[in-house]
């Protein structure tokens, strides 16, 4: 009986009656969506898969070979779970993103931790040279100087 008054409705709702629809989506709406919290296990999302089901049901005709109640909780299986299944494999990406991020930022954070070591080794050497090659190895090497420039600086210093 219900199942007939289901598909009653529905097919009112083909023929252009707007309400017969609305009727429907009111008895199964928290239905549905309870279903889907279910499987989502978050209720905004719950919220959105519900509306996303009954505009499907809107868009697409309710297989012949199904009863409307069974034909709303196939498709809202189904939504849910391409949720699911969308979202695992955006949280995969994300997680493949961050690692490869914190692995690039480990190497960076380790090459200018070496980079400072071997300044302050190279300082620690250039202090026991005399002041005219300590200067220009501190500018070329340390300061990045090409050699022109230093030449410049120390001649015009000594």
Same mark, same amino acid.
């Given at each position: ?8 409705l ?11 629809f ?7 709406k928290?239905?549905?969506q ?7 296990? @978050?209720y905004?999302?719950a919220?959105?898969?519900t509306?996303e ?6 868009q697409n005709?309710?297989?012949e ?12 299986k189904s ?5 699911i299944?969308?979202e695992k494999?955006?949280?995969e990406?994300? @997680?493949?993103y ?9 190497? @960076? ?7 400072k070591?071997?300044?302050k080794e190279v300082?620690?050497?250039?202090n026991?040279l @005399? ?8 500018l070329i090497k340390i ?5 022109r ?9 000594y």
């Amino acid at each position: 009986m219900e199942k007939d008054l289901d598909m009653k409705l529905y097919n009112e709702y083909l023929g252009g009656e707007k309400s017969a629809f609305e009727i429907l989506y009111n008895k199964y709406k928290d239905r549905i969506q309870y279903f889907i919290f279910n499987i989502v296990k @978050d209720y905004e999302k719950a919220e959105d898969i519900t509306q996303e089901v009954f505009i499907y049901i809107l868009q697409n005709r309710v297989r012949e070979d199904c009863s409307f109640k069974y034909y709303l909780y196939l498709v809202a299986k189904s939504r849910a779970y391409n949720y699911i299944n969308t979202e695992k494999r955006r949280t995969e990406i994300n @997680d493949k993103y961050f690692l490869l991020e914190f692995e690039q930022v480990q190497k @960076d954070i380790s090459d200018i931790v070496m980079k400072k070591e071997t300044e302050k080794e190279v300082i620690k050497a250039i202090n026991m040279l @005399d002041d005219k090659y300590r200067n220009a190895i501190y500018l070329i090497k340390i300061e990045e100087l090409s050699y022109r420039k230093t030449a410049e600086i120390i001649r015009t210093n000594y």
